[in-house]
């Protein structure tokens, strides 16, 4: 016969967004922030306030940021990436929007795309995060999104390398018949700029008369230079 936990102790474990516990022999589901890891909304009131600020400072690669890749906005881009927390997407899809009115970006584009993650990482994570947001800001802008972009089987991811080793972008292949767009590139985070500098030189290729480029976050060039842990927030425990 199957014991009974009692609520109060309750066993609990974390799987992607959320916390789930087991109780009575049923698993509840409560989801997290992926700022704060607080229960609740995917992210909650105090860290959407934390993300909005100041836009990032301009950097040599001209590359439109919603925020500086620090503190709270760091801690949500890499649950986006790392912990499955596919809901923010569309929030910091949304903050990326609101960037690209302000400067003035976002008028008469004909496509958004994407900087692909490498197909290893598309396949341990499930899904591409620089997709799920590029689609939100299609979405909201009422233009078309399409995968105009691959990278070739041999190319490897840019996170865990240097700022130098990221100097050398990936390479990528862009789909033909692209005379005379204006396109917008969308990726998750910038540092160097190799990645969409890459990207934007395919699309070029291929005929596109003007390549946007924006990402979600802009890591400050002051500590650029080496790639920082993820840092997993504290989760308090009830006593």
């Known amino acids: 016969m199957r014991g009974r936990t009692p609520w109060g102790e309750a066993n609990s474990s974390s799987i992607n967004s959320v916390t789930v516990l087991i109780h009575d022999g049923y698993m509840l589901f409560e989801t997290r922030c992926a700022g704060c890891d607080t229960p609740g909304q995917a992210i909650c009131t105090t860290c959407r306030f934390?993300?909005?600020?100041?836009?990032?400072?301009?950097?040599?690669?001209?590359v439109i940021a919603a925020m500086p890749f620090a503190g709270r906005a760091r801690d949500v881009v890499l649950s986006l990436k790392y912990r499955n927390r596919r809901q923010v997407a569309r929030h910091l899809g949304s903050l990326l929007v609101n960037r690209l009115v302000e400067s003035g970006d976002h008028v008469d584009l004909d496509v958004v795309t994407w900087?692909?993650?490498?197909?290893?990482?598309?396949?341990?994570?499930?899904?591409?995060q620089a997709e799920e947001i590029a689609r939100t800001v299609g979405r909201q802008l009422g233009v078309p999104t399409r995968r105009l972009l691959t990278r070739p089987g041999s190319?490897?991811?840019?996170?865990?390398?240097?700022?130098?080793?990221?100097?050398?972008?990936?390479?990528?292949?862009?789909?033909?018949?692209l005379q005379g767009r204006r396109v917008l590139v969308v990726d998750d985070v910038v540092t160097t700029?190799?990645?969409?500098?890459?990207?934007?030189?395919?699309l070029e290729q291929q005929g596109a008369h003007e390549v946007i480029l924006a990402a979600v976050a802009s890591t400050p060039a002051a500590v650029g230079a080496k790639v920082l842990p993820f840092r997993h927030a504290a989760r308090a425990v009830a006593a």
């Open 50 to 62: 934390a993300l909005i600020g100041r836009a990032p400072q301009p950097q040599a690669h001209g």
């Open 115 to 128: 900087a692909p993650t490498s197909v290893r990482r598309r396949r341990q994570r499930g899904f591409d």
């Open 155 to 177: 190319a490897t991811a840019q996170t865990g390398k240097s700022r130098s080793e990221r100097l050398d972008g990936p390479e990528f292949v862009a789909r033909p018949g």
């Open 193 to 202: 700029g190799a990645t969409l500098l890459g990207a934007r030189d395919a």
